[in-house]
């Protein structure tokens, strides 16, 4: 079993910048698509970003249009470790941000039903 779990929220001032880490507690690879996605109180859950091979051996990066040119994906395989960095927060972006991942790609990388494991969520919060 997989277990993912989010670190790096917080309370942040718009403008500011935040680090989300999702770390997998069982064993990932390489192949697997990872994702963030992000609910607001009383929105449905929306992509946000992910990174994924789609069969290929090359990766693809994914951002939704509301975070292009702000936030940046990344991964380290070896520490089983996916990252989300935010830049330029703005208050819109408050939200809980969900880690997923799927051990095979399933034809999408911005639906949450082909997504495999979820994390817990970690609370962003962006202040005027």
């Known amino acids: 079993q997989v277990q993912l779990v989010e670190s790096g929220g917080g309370l942040v001032q718009a403008g500011g910048s935040l680090r989300l880490s999702c770390a997998a507690s069982?064993?990932?690879?390489?192949?697997?698509?990872m994702g963030w996605f992000r609910q607001a109180p009383g929105k449905e859950r929306e992509f946000v970003a992910a990174?994924?091979?789609?069969?290929?051996?090359?990766?693809?990066?994914d951002y939704a249009d509301s975070v292009k040119g702000r936030f940046t994906i990344s991964r380290d395989n070896a520490k089983n470790t996916v990252y989300l960095q935010m830049n330029s927060l703005r208050p819109e972006d408050t939200a809980v941000y969900y880690c997923?991942?799927?051990?095979?790609?399933?034809?999408?990388?911005?639906?949450?039903?082909?997504?495999?494991?979820w994390g817990q969520g970690t609370q962003v919060t962006v202040s005027s």
């Open positions: 997923a991942a799927q051990e095979v790609y399933s034809g999408s990388v911005d639906s949450k039903s082909g997504y495999d494991y």
């Open positions: 069982g064993r990932t690879f390489g192949s697997w698509t």
């Open positions: 990174t994924s091979r789609r069969g290929t051996f090359i990766y693809y990066i």
